[in-house]
């Protein structure tokens, strides 16, 4: 059942925080894999996404953020005994070995991309509209002394392969009015404070609501390009299979 969030209870509490300050939002990061996923690989390919799956709990990615601007990336991950590639996979399925940049103005977030396996390559400056369909539910629950309500949408992912969908899950606060949320989610009427995607769950493990004039800065770096021109076009296909 839907429910009807009163524009003006937002718009009231926004005033509250509207000082364009810059806060911190720390997630906990887990990788879901249930037992039909992990029947379709080989041994090596089970093993791989197992030893990610451990890898990932020394992951604390953070969302910062003011008004109109946030970016959510990867922390230094400490030696959790796995190699770095396990590693590797935990920060990209988490969407963290590059940082994503959400622009509130212009509902697009931004983030490099390169074909290459060094992360810090800056090829692509890619642009992906912000998912905003959202089917708002009266379901709500406490996370950390917060009354969070109940939000999903249907997501569509396009690839080479074909036409994929799966169904998101968030959790967001009003009364931290704050659109913006984990793996360049948003656009809710509150800060998401749990989500749980097709792969990946992320929790919030501590909120910092600072009065930190520092500002963030949208990327430069890179190639303009959209997000589906990317993952969809032949050029990319040819790019991948030369690499």
């Known amino acids: ?14 005033v509250l925080y509207a000082q364009n300050k810059t806060s911190e939002a720390v997630y906990n990061y887990y990788i879901k894999m249930d037992s039909v996923f992990l029947s379709k690989l080989d041994d090596t390919r089970k093993d791989d996404f197992i030893r990610a799956q451990r890898a990932a709990q020394s992951i604390n990615p953070r969302l ?15 030696d959790t005994g796995e190699n770095k590639i396990h590693l590797l996979i935990a920060k990209a399925l988490c969407r963290c070995e590059n940082p994503i940049y959400t622009d509130l103005n212009s509902k697009t977030n931004y983030f490099n991309f390169s074909f290459s396996m060094n992360p810090k390559k800056k090829d692509y400056l890619v642009t992906k509209k912000l998912e905003t369909n959202w ?8 996370i950390n002394n917060y009354l969070c309500y109940k939000a999903t949408q249907e997501i569509t992912i396009k690839n080479t392969k074909g036409e994929f969908k799966h169904i998101a899950t968030a959790w967001y606060c009003p009364e931290i009015p ?18 749980h995607d097709k792969f990946t769950s992320f929790g ?28 969809g076009s032949a050029t990319v296909s040819k790019n991948i299979e030369e690499k």
């Open 135 to 142: 089917e708002l539910h009266n379901e709500s629950k406490k």
């Open 1 to 14: 059942m839907k429910i009807t969030i009163k524009l003006f209870l937002l718009l009231f509490t926004s």
């Open 204 to 231: 919030l493990k501590n909120l910092y609501l600072k009065n930190d004039s520092s500002k963030i800065e949208l990327p430069k770096e890179g190639k303009l390009i959209e997000y589906d021109l990317l993952i």
């Open 64 to 78: 910062i953020f003011n008004d109109t601007l946030a970016v959510f990336e990867g922390n230094d991950v400490m």
């Open 178 to 195: 704050y659109t913006f949320g984990p793996f360049g989610y948003g656009g809710l009427p509150g800060l998401i404070f749990e989500l």
